[in-house]
């Protein structure tokens, strides 16, 4: 069965690790300069870079149609330059998910696809998709949701090690972004880790940069560019996370159910 992810940022791309494993084809889109910040576990990087693998799945850069088919022959995952998914008007798609946590619906409607599902906020279950998965940290996290909506957006970012707000590095003007410092590395209260136009920002707490922008991708003032775990565990600045993990099986779970119910497959 071939799924469309629309967004290839570290959250689809968690969930595109699970329904890879599970057997299903993937074929992902994104902006042209993605602006994942968890780029060594966001697929969209091959747009950048050409390639990536996360954890032992191979994501490639597609130009169109053929090169798309040519990568899933292959057991790869195609992500497209192609925010508008007009990829959806030439291959067939059973099931479509929004996964571009834009905190509002950019487009999706439910009649994209037999099945469609979207993550987080923005969305209302049986209006303009199937099925919501919350993308809330909590006891919610995961959840298929076939009635009503996700948690609307707080503003304020999950709790990871006692620390919210603190976590996210920002843009702190406008103009072309430069990191200071490099996904993986250590850093401490009051170190700089980036600039915009010669103006500073710098780390809010003690920690492992998790996430940070390329080089040279424009930004605007306060614009999130990256974010410190004050877990300090530089592996999980290379593997999926445990709420992509979460989300990726409201997914899987969302498709199964739903796809039952439509008989796409017996059981």
Same mark, same amino acid.
């Given at each position: 069965m071939l799924v469309l992810i629309k967004g290839a940022g570290d959250l689809a791309t968690g969930t595109a690790v699970r329904l890879h494993r599970a057997g299903f084809s993937v074929v992902m889109t994104d902006l042209p300069q993605p602006t994942a910040v968890r780029r060594t576990v966001a697929f969209s990087q091959c747009l950048y870079d050409g390639c990536i693998t996360v954890e032992g799945i191979t994501a490639r850069q597609a130009a169109d149609k053929a090169q798309a088919e040519t990568i899933l022959a292959a057991g790869d995952i195609p992500v497209l330059a192609d925010p508008q998914a007009h990829i959806l008007n030439e291959l067939s798609f059973p099931v479509v998910v929004d996964a571009i946590l834009a905190k509002k619906n950019l487009g999706t409607t439910i009649h994209d696809a037999p099945i469609v599902l979207a993550l987080g906020p923005g969305f209302t279950a049986g209006v303009d998709c199937h099925g919501?998965?919350?993308?809330?940290?909590?006891?919610?996290?995961?959840?298929?949701?076939?009635?009503?909506?996700?948690?609307?957006?707080?503003?304020?970012?999950?709790?990871?090690? @006692?620390?919210?707000?603190?976590?996210?590095?920002?843009?702190?003007?406008? @103009?072309?972004?430069?990191?200071?410092?490099?996904?993986?590395?250590?850093?401490?209260?009051?170190?700089?880790?980036?600039?915009?136009?010669?103006v500073a920002v710098t780390a809010q707490l003690t920690g492992?940069?998790?996430?940070?922008?390329?080089?040279?991708?424009?930004?605007?003032a306060g614009m999130k560019a990256g974010d410190i775990d004050p877990r300090c565990e530089v592996e999980h600045c290379f593997t999926v996370s445990d709420k992509a993990r979460a989300i990726g099986g409201g997914v899987l779970e969302g498709i199964l159910y739903f796809g039952r119910s439509l008989r796409l497959w017996n059981g």
């Open positions: 919501v998965v919350e993308t809330k940290r909590g006891h919610q996290l995961g959840r298929l949701i076939t009635e009503g909506a996700a948690i609307p957006n707080t503003g304020v970012p999950g709790d990871v090690g @006692g620390y919210t707000t603190e976590r996210i590095i920002r843009a702190p003007a406008d @103009g072309p972004f430069e990191p200071v410092a490099r996904i993986g590395q250590q850093v401490t209260l009051g170190d700089v880790v980036a600039k915009v136009n010669g492992i940069v998790r996430g940070m922008l390329p080089q040279g991708i424009p930004v605007h």
